[in-house]
């Protein structure tokens, strides 16, 4: 992954995930970055995830391709998290003020060979097998106190296969991710 971004980048892009939302409602443009951070303007992939006031998930959508700024992917998965996933219905406006907002900025996938090479709390899993795929953030297994393989099945079941599906036939990529929200950075444990 390439530097980390600085605070100020960090509330900058959460700044454009939650304008995004915002002129979606007002059918408006989406925002342009306000500053002139040069990693703004990288090619990177992130997901955009969304939580209720309870603190409950309400929507995350992402994108690993690394095809344009970091800055417009983010403004583009915003408007994914909070009206196309498929799992929630469109987030409503009066709901926006109560949603929080948390962006990971992801590293490029890696292909591994070995489970081994999974390390809870810094990597997130995409597993890919036939035409099923599905992938679980990094912070998902700190979260929901996973071990390894908890981990590796959960990701299996996302991707719409059996929990074991992953010790055969499968392709397993990791990467990292660089996780912040508004109410504040995570840190892997």
């Given at each position: 992954m390439t530097e980390e971004l600085t605070i100020e980048e960090q509330n900058e892009l959460l700044r454009?995930?939650?304008?995004?939302?915002?002129?979606?409602?007002?059918?408006?443009?989406?925002?342009?970055?306000?500053?002139q951070s040069q990693r703004l303007k990288e090619n990177r992939g992130a997901f955009v995830t969304l939580h209720d006031k309870n603190h409950c998930l309400r929507g995350c959508i992402g994108s690993f391709m690394a095809d344009k700024p970091i800055y417009m992917t983010v403004r583009e998965m915003a408007v994914q998290a909070a009206f196309h996933d498929p799992r929630f219905?469109?987030?409503?406006?009066?709901?926006?003020?109560?949603?929080?907002?948390?962006?990971?900025?992801?590293?490029?996938?890696?292909?591994?060979d070995d489970v081994d090479e999974i390390e809870v709390g810094k990597h997130g899993i995409y597993i890919v097998k036939g035409f099923h795929?599905?992938?679980?953030?990094?912070?998902?297994?700190?979260?929901?106190?996973?071990?390894?393989?908890t981990f590796l099945e959960h990701t299996?079941?996302?991707?719409?296969?059996?929990?074991?599906?992953?010790?055969?036939?499968?392709?397993?990529?990791?990467?990292?991710?660089?996780?912040?929200?508004?109410?504040?950075?995570?840190?892997?444990?």
């Open positions: 454009i995930a939650r304008e995004s939302i915002s002129a979606q409602f007002k059918g408006s443009p989406p925002p342009e970055p306000l500053m219905s469109p987030l409503e406006e009066e709901e926006l003020a109560d949603i929080h907002i948390e962006i990971s900025v992801l590293s490029p996938l890696k292909e591994i795929c599905g992938t679980l953030l990094p912070q998902v297994a700190v979260e929901c106190c996973w071990d390894r393989r299996c079941m996302k991707a719409g296969l059996p929990p074991d599906g992953w010790k055969e036939g499968a392709r397993i990529l990791t990467y990292s991710a660089q996780i912040f929200s508004e109410i504040g950075p995570k840190h892997p444990k």
